[in-house]
Structure formats: C-alpha cells, structure tokens
C-alpha cells in the first residue's frame, strides 16, 4: 500500500508556495476534465448527500449521488474520467495532493469534484493491486492500461504501434477524413519497417489539421502517428474508447493477441516449423487473413505443437490483429 503524505508544508514557507502553485495546476487539469466529460454526456456531476460525505477519507464509503441520477450513466463518465486521468499519468499521489487542498476550502462548489476525486482515487489506488502479477491474472485481466502499465520498458515499439493500429481499425468506419486513415495506414508501415520517420512526422503533421475540426473523430488516428510508440498505444486505445462502451473489454484482448503472456515463455520449436506451417502462417501475415488462424493451429498441432496456448489461441474465436503472437512467433518477428 502506497504511503501518502499527511499534509502540505507549513503556510508561509517557500516549499509551501511552491506545494501550492503545483497542486493548484494539478486542480486545474483535474476539474477541465471532469468538466469536460460530464458536459460532453450532458449531466450534472453527482452531489453528495453532505459536506462530510464529500471531505471524507478517500477510501470511505461512497457519497449518495445526485437524486435522478443514472447510475450507469455515471459510471460510464467516471470510467471515462479514469481513463483520462491514467493516460495523463494522474496517480494516487497528485490525487491526495488536490485533496489536501480541496479539504482548506469547505465551500459547496468543490463537493462534486471531491466525490468525483474520492472515486478516482480508490479506483487509481485499487489498480497497485489490479495490475497483472500473474499468469493468470494476465488472462483474466480486462483493463489494457493496467496492462500496457506492466509490460512498459519490457516490449518492441513494433508490437507496441501495431496495437495503436489495431484499436484504430476498430474505430475505422468514424475515420472518414482520408488523412487519417492514411496516417492509420502509415503507422502499421512504419512499425513493419517500410515507412522512414520522415513518413510518420509527415502523417503526424497532416492529422494536426485534422485535430482542429470540431466534433470530429480524428485524435485515435493522430495518436497512432506519435513518436513514442508507447504514447501511441496508450491513447490510442483511449480515444478509440470513448464512445464504445465495449471496447475495453475488447483492446485486453487485442493486447492478449499482440502480447503472449508475460509470465510464461513459449519458445518456437524448429519442429513445429514445417513447410506448411510457414506457408499458413505467411499468408496471414501477409493477406491479414485471421479467419485462417484455426488452420494454423492444426497444422501446428500436425507437426507436433502441444502448447496448450499456442493452439488455444490459434483457435479462439478472436480478435485478431497483425502482430499476433503465435504468427509472429513462427515466422521469427519481433
């Protein structure tokens, strides 16, 4: 359990104005986005019954919300709102900060952002525990930031942007505008090594337009062409999200595509390696043919494969992506 600190500096100190500066900022960010996505679902942010529900500790019990309320609804903004928060690296720490804070002032209008931050922050907390620490965990698992969080330092920039890829393909139907689905195009190249960086900066430049037109649907594919493979997979899959009330539970299984499992190695055995074997798995690879992955796992099987998770994963019934592990695995990429 994270240990956090039991208050600010003392009032009239240097390290005092310093504290304050940095957590007024952080409060700032914080209330924008809570804002911003409440607004955006047309609602109202959930009133706690009482001041003392709303300065609560963090991890009491939860404040009655608003009367009239959806519950769903808000849940659905609060994930939402965590999603966000997670992808701006927000953690547990900047949010007891911002209490700290918010506990000076007992007026009214901070209420709804102290329940809203109460929520975040035992959501935030939670996930020390709910990252992937075991095999199975890694199966069970349905949040691909907890995800993405423990494979961080551990995995190619290649599998990492392929990712980004395959969340836009997700979104593709709501990328009408040519440039981004040429910058998702240009993406998947640049990670297979026959698009130069010049062609992403180039995509990366092209999609700024596209981000100025309101209520478009652009940020995914722009996020896609972003230097940082990593940052391309995180928001990415954040703003593939957004309005696909699903879709998280979908991006862990991508990522279980993508990614074998951490905690188990599976090395390719020169035997499973038959001239079929490489043929199958060359033309998925090449044709993004996925519905053949059944095929692969017999002729795998055939050969003599009988990890249970190579051919249980040729055989689920998806999704799939370029980048699969298993094919990747057979014909050697990384």
Known sequence: MPCFSSGPPNTGTSEYEAWLTDTRRMLDSFTHVVDYYYRKAGMEMPEPASPDDAHGPPDGGGAQATPGLDPDENARVLQQVLLHLDCDDVNVFHLNEIRHLLRQDRAARWRGYLH??????????????????????????????????????????????????????RVQ??????????????????????AAVGDLEAAAKR????????????????????????????????????????????????LRCIFPNPFRTVPADSRWLTSTVLCLARGIYEDRAFDRMPILGDALEDAGCADVDVLAHCRRAGPHALGCWVVDLVLGLN
């Open 207 to 254: 999609m700024r337009k596209v981000g100025k037109l309101r209520g478009y649907y652009g940020p995914v594919a722009a996020w896609a062409v972003v230097p940082s493979a990593e940052d391309a997979a995180r928001y990415a899959a954040w703003n593939a999200f957004v309005d696909r009330d699903d879709e998280i539970s979908v991006q862990a299984d991508l």
């Open 173 to 194: 139907h709501l990328l009408v505008d040519e440039r981004s689905q040429d910058a998702v195009e240009v993406a998947e190249r640049f990670a297979e090594g026959t």
């Open 116 to 169: 809203v931050l109460n929520h975040c922050f035992r959501a935030l907390r939670n996930g020390f525990r709910d990252r992937p620490t075991t095999g199975t965990m890694w199966v069970e698992c349905g949040n691909p930031a907890l995800m993405l969080d423990h494979l961080r330092g551990k995995v190619s920039g290649r599998k990492l942007r392929l990712f980004a890829v395959a969340c836009c393909r």
